[in-house]
């Protein structure tokens, strides 16, 4: 009975506030007071049959009984029913199909107003840094003295370097070809040279350099770096509006990136030589200084093989001669490792396959913005149709 009771309040409460009915005039209608009107739609108080007949005379559109009550539910104790749920969406089928061509003609027309983007790939692989490779001779004798040659196996970054300030400087700086065959920099591109209001209060030189600070913040945006780690194969991708601009900074990437680990590795070989170098006359000069002390022990010694300590003095000088000797001996040949390895021009990254103009588009894929707003559109008019019922 209570339940009865506060459905049909319920049933009151939602008419009068779909009809926008104050209180005070639906309880002036039915002849009772408004604190009586909030008790019936509280379920509180039961309403007698005479209220009833008055709210009926007076709202003949107001319906005691549901008439959908009788209408098969989608949802029955928490389980789908997708018999009733497929015949509610047949019923609104013509909404649904209308609705969906719309959003889908909506979203393909939508994909129009992006700008077109061009994706440029080159590859890069790294080659053996067995520098030995190619010594000869030296490299045998090396081995035979139990010396190891010059080792400069750095290990680069290449994702760091790509996207290093350096390499983003000399891109945004240069001018690039365009299809038209205009000659083009990526600010005047990206028209980020164009007044606004905020340059009136700042000057020209301050201005010149927050543009370039946000091309090459920029410029990081549209390269992608990726590195597979079991064959070390890199491959760099650029996208930007110009497909000959993008295969062309690609490609100008590729050669920054083998011109600079070339040039820091030839650093590293140049200091060494200057280190064996300088060590190499420090102990030259300590080697004539010991073979100086022997001869002068030999000179005033002529006997010196039948006198047990002098004897012994000999031998400590003779060790330390032999021992310099040797000290300079291997410093000669890594001297000539050095020099060696300083004008070798061996490549430490090789370029596997250069960036050529692609013809094709890769942003925005127009098949995708078709299959995305149809799936949209379909799934929203579905649900409004699932919630309507």
């Known amino acids: 009975m209570e339940t009865r009771v506060n459905q049909l309040g319920q049933k009151i409460k939602r008419y009068r506030l779909l009809n926008d009915i104050r209180q005070e005039d639906m309880a002036d209608k039915m002849g009772v007071s408004r604190a009586t009107l909030i008790n019936y739609e509280k379920g509180h108080t039961a309403i007698n049959f005479d209220v009833l007949n008055r709210l009926k005379n007076f709202y003949p559109d107001f319906e005691l009984e549901d008439k959908e009550s009788d209408r098969p539910k989608i949802i029955t104790n928490s389980t789908i029913d997708f018999k009733v749920l497929l015949k509610a969406l047949i019923e609104k089928k ?4 209308f609705f969906t061509l719309f959003v889908t003609i909506l979203g393909t027309c939508s994909s129009f107003l992006f700008t077109k983007l061009y994706t440029a790939q080159i590859s890069l692989y790294p ?42 400087l000399n891109v945004v700086n240069q001018k690039w070809v365009s299809k038209s065959g205009k000659k083009i920099d990526l600010i005047n591109l990206w028209k980020l040279n164009k007044p606004s209001w905020i340059s009136t209060f700042n000057n020209n030189d301050i201005d010149s350099l927050v543009i370039i600070e946000k091309a090459t913040k920029r410029f990081k945006d549209h390269v992608k ?3 597979d780690r079991m064959s070390g194969l890199i491959r760099v991708s650029t996208t930007f509006q110009d497909p000959f601009i993008a295969s062309a900074i690609a490609n100008f990437i590729g050669k920054q990136v083998e011109v600079y680990i070339q040039k ?3 650093a590293q070989s140049t200091k060494e030589k200057i280190f064996i170098s300088d060590r190499l006359s420090i102990v030259k000069k300590e080697l004539e200084q010991t073979e100086s002390a022997l001869k002068n ?61 692609p013809i094709r588009k890769s942003f925005p894929r127009r098949s995708v913005f078709i299959f995305t707003s149809f799936f949209i559109g379909l ?10 019922y």
């Open 94 to 97: 013509i909404f649904i199909i």
């Open 127 to 168: 080659a053996k840094t067995d520098i030995s490779q190619g010594l000869g001779q030296f490299q045998s004798l090396a081995a035979n003295l139990g010396m190891n040659s010059a080792n400069s196996d750095q290990n680069f970054n290449i994702p760091d370097v790509v996207k290093s300030r350096r390499i983003s």
């Open 225 to 227: 770096v990726t590195e």
């Open 264 to 266: 820091e590795n030839s």
């Open 297 to 357: 022990f030999k000179e005033r010694n002529r006997g010196y093989e039948e006198s047990p300590e002098l004897f012994m003095i000999f031998s400590q000088l003779f060790r330390e001669v032999e021992a310099k000797k040797q000290v300079y001996l291997t410093l000669q040949q890594q001297l000539e490792l050095a020099r060696i390895e300083e004008v070798k021009q061996s490549p430490i990254i090789h370029i596997l396959d250069y960036a050529v103009p």
């Open 379 to 388: 799934l929203f008019s579905s649900l409004n149709v699932i919630f309507r």
